[in-house]
């Protein structure tokens, strides 16, 4: 973006509009992690193993491990911890 944030990795609208809702707002620290949170989960269900792939690295980067569906309660908690109870779905 012209204030410098990468949003290379991201290329759905959704995701590119929170980005920009959050620069625009001042609450840009999160949206990272809250973006890939969601990412992680719609992988999950419907995504194809390079989509994981992709979110289980950038969890990984984070100190959190995810190996399987039972992990994803890791994310969560890393979520909540760090953002609230509420924060880890709101973009």
Do not use: H
Request: aromatic fraction near 10%; hydrophobic fraction near 35%; charge should be positive.
């Amino acid at each position: 973006t012209a204030e410098g944030y990468d949003v290379d990795e991201f290329n759905k609208v959704g995701e590119l509009k929170a980005i920009r809702n959050a620069v625009d707002n001042g609450t840009v620290d999160g949206i990272y992690d809250k973006v890939w949170y969601n990412r992680l989960v719609m992988s999950a269900g419907a995504g194809s193993i390079t989509d994981v792939q992709k979110a289980k690295a950038y969890w990984r980067k984070r100190g959190v491990t995810v190996n399987t569906l039972a992990d994803m309660d890791k994310v969560t908690k890393y979520m909540e911890k760090k953002y609230g109870k509420s924060a880890k779905m709101n973009k």
